[in-house]
């Protein structure tokens, strides 16, 4: 069985005073929680997130990561500094990046490259836009999204990813997947990751996101192929946070 994984996605949000509400509550109500449980931070914030975090059973990450490792690269943050504040996970390829930064594919690829090479847990985000599910290319676009991916990896790289399957039209919108629908999507990623390493693809915690709340989560999280969650507004809440975490 793996073990769920339940991720929130901070996005550009927080200040300290906020931020120290929002982890102590998470801390105060997560109990001996069965899954995983992470938050990914804006990066000023690693180093609240590090002392807030010390010795409870919560990691963090960031909301990306450079693909370089060091230099003149002006505004990046590279996976180093994300460890040297105890960072576990970088979230890579977020639908947010791909069109506001233009973020390919491969660069994409390139990204999950660094931070596996570094010690960092990747969390690859693919996802479809609406006119790509509408017009029937689901399959094609997730699946080029993550065969990018497969390329860069070896076949025991890629059981140390985690797998974000985020339609694009369900993010912030309120419209989430129904169960039946991400489940075939994770379903296609699994044989996907399967055709290059069956063992590893079935270790890989595949997370869905996309207006993942209290009252849709307990269905998603039953799929058999649905591993956990990448959760954005409902992440800025700790009951909201905690009631998902209870549902996986
Ligand atoms: P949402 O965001 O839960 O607010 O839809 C999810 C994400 O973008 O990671």
């Given at each position: 069985m793996r073990r769920k994984l339940i991720a929130g996605n901070w996005k550009m949000n927080g200040s300290q005073a906020a931020n120290a509400v929002l982890l102590q509550g998470i801390k105060d109500g997560l109990?001996?929680?069965a899954c995983a449980v992470a938050v990914c931070v804006p990066a000023p914030y690693f180093a609240q997130c590090q002392s807030a975090l010390a010795g409870s059973a919560v990691g963090w990450g960031a909301q990306d990561l450079s693909v370089?490792?060091?230099?003149?690269?002006?505004?990046e943050v590279s996976a180093a500094m994300l460890l040297d504040f105890g960072c576990a996970y970088a979230i890579v390829g977020h639908s947010e990046r791909r069109t506001?930064?233009?973020?390919s594919n491969e660069l994409v690829a390139q990204k999950t490259v660094r931070a596996l090479k570094s010690g960092l847990t990747p969390i690859v985000c693919v996802g479809e836009s609406l006119a790509e599910r509408e017009s029937g290319n689901t399959a094609a676009v997730v699946g080029a999204q993550v065969d990018a991916v497969l390329a860069a990896l070896s076949g025991d790289e890629l059981g140390n990813i985690v797998i974000a399957y985020e339609p694009v039209w369900a993010i912030g919108t309120g419209k989430t997947a129904t169960p039946e629908m991400a489940q075939e999507v994770h379903a296609m990623l699994r044989a996907r990751l399967a055709a290059k390493n069956p063992a590893a693809a079935e270790r890989v915690q595949i997370l869905y996101g996309g207006s993942m709340k209290p009252d849709n989560a307990k269905e998603l999280l039953a799929?058999?192929?649905?591993?956990?969650g990448l959760i954005g507004?409902?992440?800025?809440?700790a009951a909201d946070f905690l009631a998902i975490v209870a549902a996986a």
């Open positions: 109990g001996n929680a370089h490792e060091a230099g003149a690269y002006t505004g506001y930064h233009g973020e799929m058999p192929d649905i591993d956990g507004g409902a992440s800025l809440k």
